[in-house]
């Protein structure tokens, strides 16, 4: 039987008016009301902070014993505690996290049982542990933290701030801007999926491109991002990257955008700023995606997204020739139902001119 869910103690405790400001919000209640953790609402204790969103059912309003909770103006009227009142009350919520459980930051230095060419450069601000190698030429920047197993490849830069989780791998060449986080077992600039025919056999294409990562850029565990053939793979500023996503060579992706785990981008496409994707979806290559598109988890992209919107949909695999007639097919199917409704109402109308013929 799975256990009842606890808050977790903050690293240190705060009141209510300190973290209004922190959240952006407006403090109703007690600015002097300590919050020494953070819970969910069903789980929450008489000096825990938690927060309410829709979906979710106001009636939870009613029963969480929470000491202070963060809502929206609209929800105010159906609580009775403490409260932070935001226009975006999870935004708020991820601020409150960040102050009270702030991210460890190791001490700078290099552990001796670290590898470091001889001409890479380390900042001494920076945390390189145990079992990290860095190759020739590269450079890690001030603060850096390299936990146990990460390879950084010749020639490799990664910015001031950046996090690299155990047994990350970059490969030669790759860039990273500052404050990025990668988690463990991703891999960055391994060759992308290129092979010519040639008979019976495939000759591997050389990828002589590489990667380049923006600034404030976080990739999930066991995520890959190809280099590029000739030109670079981009990924650009403020990129949120789920776990075991694929990405392609010489793909690029706009700024702010988020893609779900298990998703798939061939290569060569172009993915814009402000995208939203969701789980496994698929992307064909050479395509592009306009800025703001929204993508529901599970859909095939097979073509431009022009103009931003949501978008969904796959169908089960047929064989290729009676897919290709099916596909063409969609597009006249809302032709064909308009004419069907028009003459539903002229059978309609017939039938009525009919039934009064028949009574006179």
């Known amino acids: 039987m799975a256990g009842k869910a606890v808050s977790r103690s903050a690293t240190t405790s705060a009141s209510l008016a300190e973290l209004a400001q922190v959240a952006r919000a407006e403090l109703r209640g007690d600015g002097h009301f300590q919050i020494l953790g953070v819970a969910p609402l069903e789980a929450a204790g008489p000096h825990d902070l ?21 809502l929206r103006e609209q929800e105010l009227s159906l609580y009775e505690g403490n409260a932070l009142v935001s226009r975006n009350p999870y935004a708020s ?5 960040q102050h009270l459980y702030p991210a460890p930051r190791p001490a700078p230095g290099v552990d001796e049982g670290a590898w470091i060419a001889v001409d890479a450069h380390i900042h001494p601000a920076a945390r390189i542990e145990a079992g990290v190698r860095v190759a020739s030429g590269a450079v890690v920047e001030d603060g850096c933290w390299l936990e146990t197993g990460v390879v950084v490849g010749a020639g490799v830069r990664l910015g001031a701030g950046c996090h690299l989780f155990p047994g990350v791998k970059v490969y030669a060449g790759v860039q990273i801007g500052p404050n990025c986080s990668i988690h463990a077992n991703a891999v960055i600039g391994a060759d992308g999926f290129g092979f010519a025919p040639d008979g019976d056999a495939y000759l591997k294409i050389p990828h ?10 976080e990739i999930g565990a066991n995520s890959c991002i190809d280099r590029g053939v000739m030109a670079d793979t981009v990924i650009g500023d403020g990129v ?14 706009g700024e702010h955008t988020v893609i779900a785990g298990q998703t798939g981008v061939s290569g060569s496409t172009t993915i814009g700023a402000h995208c939203r994707i969701g789980g496994q979806v698929g992307f064909a290559g050479h395509i592009r ?13 097979t073509h431009d997204l022009r103009t931003p919107g949501v978008y969904s949909g796959v169908l089960p695999a047929r064989p290729a020739r009676r ?5 063409a097919r969609f597009d006249t ?3 064909f139902v308009q004419r069907f409704k028009q003459w539903e109402k002229t059978a309609a109308a017939r039938a009525s001119a009919h039934r009064e013929e028949s009574d006179d």
């Open 50 to 70: 938690s927060f309410f969103q829709p979906p979710r059912s106001p009636q939870i309003l009613a029963e969480t014993r929470a000491g202070a909770l963060i």
């Open 93 to 97: 919520f991820a601020r409150v996290l």
């Open 208 to 217: 002589i491109g590489g990667v380049r990562i923006g600034r404030d850029v």
């Open 240 to 253: 949120k990257i789920d776990n075991l996503v694929q990405i392609g060579h010489n793909v690029r992706i």
């Open 289 to 301: 995606i306009a800025d703001g598109c929204i993508i529901a988890g599970q859909s095939a992209i």
């Open 323 to 327: 897919w290709r007639r099916l596909a």
């Open 333 to 335: 199917l809302e032709e």
